[in-house]
């Protein structure tokens, strides 16, 4: 059965819960969209169910769509929705209609407790700022975008996937 995360913002005033098949906040991103709006790195590495979002304070959720200045983007605008509370400022989840069916909780907003990764994987290097040093510990896996391998492979092929 997948594990049901509930997360919330920093004042309160929203909260939600959402079911996951793959719980493991294995991804460290480094990319300016990811550091800058606050998803201390662990910006979109949760993967739940979208049809099992449960949102109390969705008015006072608002949705910023980062401008992504790497190719083919162009400095256009990304596609994923990040949504975040507009009281605090909080980053909540993200959502990309190109998957309709998937929701990426941030980690730093979930409450429930989540389970540690057997090891990490720190993606976008590429962007990292200069004055960030990855902590990359043996069996870390480190790419200069985006690995090819899923979230949904990742947590498979460790035999960590909660079906």
């Known amino acids: 059965m997948p594990m049901t995360l509930e997360g919330s913002c920093r004042c309160g005033k929203v909260s939600y819960s959402v079911e996951s098949s793959a719980p493991f906040p294995y991804q460290l991103c480094y990319c300016s969209a990811c550091r800058k709006s606050g998803g201390a790195g662990y910006a979109i590495n949760l993967l739940a169910d979208a049809e099992t979002l449960k949102v109390e304070g969705r008015e006072h959720v608002a949705v910023y769509r980062a401008v992504i200045d790497t190719p083919p983007y162009n400095r256009a605008e990304g596609g994923c929705r ?3 509370c507009t009281a605090c400022g909080s980053m909540l989840w993200i ?3 190109a998957w309709p069916d998937l929701l990426h909780p941030f980690a730093s907003s979930v409450d429930t407790d989540l389970p ?3 090891s990490r994987v ?3 290097l590429e962007s990292k700022a200069l004055w960030v040093q990855p902590d990359i510990r043996d069996g870390d896996q480190a790419f200069e975008r985006y690995p090819e391998q899923s979230i949904e492979d990742w947590h498979r ?3 960590l996937w909660i079906a």
């Open 122 to 124: 720190h993606l976008m």
């Open 157 to 159: 092929t460790r035999g």
């Open 82 to 84: 990040r949504h975040f």
């Open 95 to 97: 959502h990309d209609p």
């Open 116 to 118: 540690v990764p057997p």
